[in-house]
């Protein structure tokens, strides 16, 4: 290399040359802003059909899901099944409608929708098709004891949904927001969800979570994550002690009398299957005879209203994927059981 090719290095004591920074024009500012801007929007959007499909979690995808299910059917079916994740995840379809007679329809979702969640499913089932022969709804212990809170705020329906399905619920101010930045600004509302899930693409299994007509079967079992959670459980049990139903509990309880009257299907309700370790709990049992007391109230409001299961049926803990959630061969037991007392209520009424 010729010494004139060679780079100029600056001898002692002389200064670095200045760094010139580019300069900038208000037009490349507002091109600069706007591709921002374009980034930011086209992502939001991405978030907003990313949470409204569900696909953030579990949970908030079995609740798009059953929503999802109930507005997609074709055609009308015999037997609705409502409740918590415990009737998500514990009746199987072959089994009820082996059982029972008819097509069958699982709309179950999760506790926190309470059971308002369960009469404002039925409702929207009845805008579309005539009654079926019956509706089933099944809850664990920690339902009936609820509040309204932002988890009714999460449901993929128009605005204003809480003001025209019965029972109204009303909506605070933030609970509102809630609902429209959840819907509307994804991209910030969810980012801590967004971010897990981009982190961790298969961190669960939810390709397969829901199944035709809304049934879900579980294969997974992880006994010391069941234990921990029962111990979790005890300790609620002990806590709540006498259980006491909440205004939405008994406002969504109502509603659903209100329906079978008015459409003239026949109303199961009871509880849903637990682990053997919490049956055996001296708290829990406690639990168990106050809800059992709240439903046998329920059951003489109307004679289209039976309380079933009022002993809930237990299970090992090696076929259960949590406290309350069956592994398909237990939930198959557990089903020809709850087709057995539907049966015989149904024999009971007259």
């Not at 939930?331 to 009971?348: D, K, M, P, V, Y």
């Amino acid at each position: 290399m010729n010494a004139v090719d060679q780079p100029q290095r600056p001898g002692p004591g002389e200064a670095l040359p200045d760094e010139r920074p580019a300069s900038a024009t208000r037009r490349t500012l507002a091109v600069e802003l706007l591709v921002a801007l374009a980034v930011v929007f086209a992502a939001n959007l991405v978030a907003i059909e990313v949470g409204a499909r569900g696909r953030l979690s579990v949970g908030t995808f079995i609740e798009a899901g059953k929503w999802r299910v109930v507005e997609e059917l074709e055609q009308p079916v015999d037997w609705l099944i409502v409740g918590d994740s415990s009737a998500a995840f514990g009746v199987t379809r072959a089994e009820l409608e082996r059982g029972l007679g008819g097509r069958a329809i699982n709309l179950a979702t999760n506790q926190h929708q309470l059971v308002v969640g369960d009469a404002w499913m039925v409702q929207r089932y009845l805008e579309r098709f005539p009654p079926p022969r019956g509706v089933i709804a099944l809850h664990s212990v920690n339902v009936w004891w609820r509040t309204v809170g932002v988890a009714q705020t999460k449901l993929p329906l128009p605005w204003g949904y809480w003001d025209r399905l019965d029972p109204h619920v009303p909506f605070t101010t933030t609970m509102k927001w809630s609902y429209l930045t959840r819907r509307y600004l994804a991209l910030w509302m969810q980012s801590y969800m967004l971010s897990t899930r981009v982190l961790n693409p298969f961190g669960y299994d939810d390709e397969d979570t829901i199944g035709e007509a809304g049934f879900i079967s579980w294969r997974k079992n992880d006994v010391p994550s069941v234990n921990r959670m029962v111990k979790g459980h005890r300790r609620e049990a002990r806590r709540r002690g006498d259980i006491r139903l909440s205004l939405a509990n008994r406002q969504g309880l109502e509603a659903l009398i209100r329906l079978t009257e008015r459409h003239g299907f026949d109303l199961f309700i009871g509880n849903g299957p637990i682990c053997d370790q919490l049956k055996d709990d001296p708290d829990y049992g406690t639990n168990l005879a106050a809800v059992a007391k709240l439903l046998d109230v329920v059951d003489r409001r109307s004679r289209r209203v039976h309380h079933i299961l009022r002993e809930p049926l237990s299970f090992p803990i090696r076929e259960m994927q949590n406290p309350d959630h069956l592994l398909r061969p237990a939930a198959r037991r557990f089903t020809r059981a709850l087709t057995a007392e539907i049966q015989a209520a149904a024999g009971r009424s007259p």
